[in-house]
């Protein structure tokens, strides 16, 4: 189990959630835009997760942002579309969308066209919609995440690799002098 990345092996062992950011947090990435979780200057911290996305991997990108913000962080989704779903695209984006909410996540940005079923899923949560929008491509996502960003938010960045969202997840780590 230890060659295996930390909140997959929570998944399978209930490991506590402290203990999933711990090892997120001396974990490497094997290779770009998987998992790099970055520290801003003021206080955001940065989970690049844009290399590729499936319904699996979000799940587990979501409980890994829930271990990283641990409980006392504003906790951000930034989530694109999932590729490769066929005729299960529209039901598997809303189910991501669903259980964002159930995990309790506070924040999500839907960035563009696939990503609305996201939103969809989430929005029907009525207790939680006002912290979830969608917005149509990256830059109104980078207008929106530069005016609500604080110090000490933990801000997850998700996509299918065609979505691009690792620009994003790269000017979120340019607004400030990372730590």
Request: charged share 25%; glycine share 10%; hydrophobic share 40%.
């Amino acid at each position: 189990a230890r060659d295996r990345p930390p909140a997959r092996v929570a998944s399978t062992t209930d490991e506590r959630l402290a203990e999933i950011g711990a090892g997120l947090s001396l974990a490497q990435p094997r290779s770009r835009w998987r998992m790099e979780l970055t520290d801003r200057a003021d206080g955001v911290s940065i989970l690049n997760d844009a290399y590729n996305a499936n319904p699996e991997s979000m799940r587990v990108a979501l409980d890994a942002l829930i271990a990283v913000g641990g409980g006392t962080r504003r906790t951000w989704a930034v989530l694109g579309g999932m590729g490769e779903l066929g005729s299960r695209a529209r039901v598997e984006h809303e189910a991501v969308g669903h259980e964002l909410t159930q995990r309790g996540i506070d924040r999500l940005v839907a960035v563009g066209a696939d990503a609305a079923g996201i939103y969809a899923g989430a929005a029907g949560e009525p207790a939680e919609e006002e912290g979830f929008i969608h917005v149509p491509d990256m830059s109104a996502a980078l207008q929106l995440l530069r005016s609500q960003l604080r110090s000490g938010d933990v801000v997850l960045v998700k996509a299918s690799r065609y979505v691009g969202l690792e620009r994003l997840a790269n000017a979120l780590l340019e607004e400030t002098d990372q730590t």
